[in-house]
């Protein structure tokens, strides 16, 4: 028996078929409930596709950011593929949702909505990992950056002079990618002042993330996940490194307010590698040009954080106050109770006394008459006989 | 009463075309609106170019009013041009939101196709939001953190006042107890020796 191929003819009896039950209702219903669950197969395709991509970015991105080297991190991609995965993310999540509005307008059998509400939920958690994945990688890559700062500042010297061009950065430099050991450079004035502006690169970069992860106003938990993840690492960040970057600016007296660029300025003081590594590092953790109106923003919101924190702070001390006061308060409302007892007990006590002394005196009189008659018998007989 | 006067997102990278913008020139004469909306293009286009990447600037203009730009390292810029009482500080939160939500909203590829007087079909969210930031605590959570605190301590001192107020008058209560105390303590006392004496 030959294999003989009936596909064509497999085809055409399917058309006819639907061809002949094509002009009943029922069978058009069905096929919009078909048309409409292959659009929702496709559209739900179409989305998991997406997150599988943007899974990808996020893996290099990973790979990006676990680069522990000082001198290969390339800060550029990075944001760009932390823009992209934020532009990804918030799009599948409009999608999702606009898939969820979908399927609940188009009217379906009870077993379709489960399943393409379980497709839904499925993709939405799939969302959420993914996100938390990329709340890890930026944590992770802050950690990284501060790593890096500390490993610098190790090695990075202290002054500088007044020149605010900075000099042409070189990559090459004599550190090794080892554990720092505090060497005679890392001594209090790179803490200050090294430290200082550096910090305050890094609270600008997650504050500048911090209000774009604030802006994402989609109603997944994704979201949620990003602004709390942000704020708290900016929140962590911002009390930690502003009291150094303000004595830092204030002892600074170049030409620009921005301390930053001036460190890469240095000009003599020690090797001129170490320096312009400093500038090089400064320049690949700084997000924005330095000017007068960046440094401005970013005090006045280091500010109004600090501030912020103080009236907390003092809040908390008005309550603690509260809770002192209202203690010997309820000592004196205990005395107030115990002196009303007393006199509750006193005032019945003598009442019952002089319930006795009414007794006493009701019953006396009896006794008074008998007394009093005798007398007037005995004084009668005496007029009487006299 | 700090006041907004318009939001706009330009492209730096396209000559400072701007991509959206849109006023509010409630506070001006009728007949003097279609030149400052002119003359706000103008500035908002200048500003843009005149800002380089990843910089952002304030822009004060004959005491009347002031621009914050923000250009991003992307070339999209934010400008808004408001009054000279609105904080620094939130017009830069609200350009960092309108740029974060208007990068989300259109992908690089339709900037091309975008213009100012279609903003109000295509981006109609950004008049809304122009309404609520006209209100610098609406805008900028940190005031609104703020000023919520501020709140809450005077609503505190107020609670303060009023607990050394009861302290005042429970020291009152305590020693008028006191004195009952004593008093029905004589009194049971009286009591006690008038019918103590047995003998008439």
Redesign the interface.
Known sequence: MTIKERTNEFHACCESLSQRSNSSAKLLNQQSHQNAKTEFAKAASLIAREINATMAKLHSLTLLAKKKTLFDDRPNEINELVQGIKQDINKVNRQISLLQQHQRQTALSMQLKEHSSNVITSLQTKLASTSSEFKNILEIRTQNMKDQKNRRDQYSFAPMSGSSTPQPQKPGYPVQNVTPQPSPFANPSPANNNSGPLFGAIPSSNLASAPLFAGDTSSSSSSSLFSTSATSAANYSSPLYNPDRKSHLADNDSMQPDGLRNRGGVTGNGSDSVIDMGGFQQQQLVQGNNNAATMEYIESRGQAIESIESTIAELGQIYSQFTQILSQQREMVQRIDVNVMDTEVNVSNAHGELAKYLERLQGNRWLMIQVFGILVVFFMLFVVIS | MPKVFSIAVANRNDAGRILAAEHDLTSFNYFQRGSVQEFLGFFIKTATERT???????IEEQNMYVG?VYVR??GLAGIIVTDMEY???TA??IV???L??F??KF?TSQWAGLNPGSTASTYPELKAQLVKFQDPHAAD???R??RD??E??IV??K??ES??N??EV??D??QR??Q??SQ??M??K???S??SCCT?
Request: proline residues 7%; glycine residues 4%.
């Open positions: 380089s990447p990843g910089m952002r600037q304030k914050h390292s992307d904080p620094t500080r830069f939160t960092n939101k309108i974060e939500e990068s989300s992908p959570p940190l005031l953190v703020q605190l501020d809450t301590k505190l001192h609670t303060m607990l050394l009861r302290g429970l020291d209560l305590v107890s006191d009952l105390s029905s303590k009194f049971y009286t009591a006690k008038t019918n008439y």
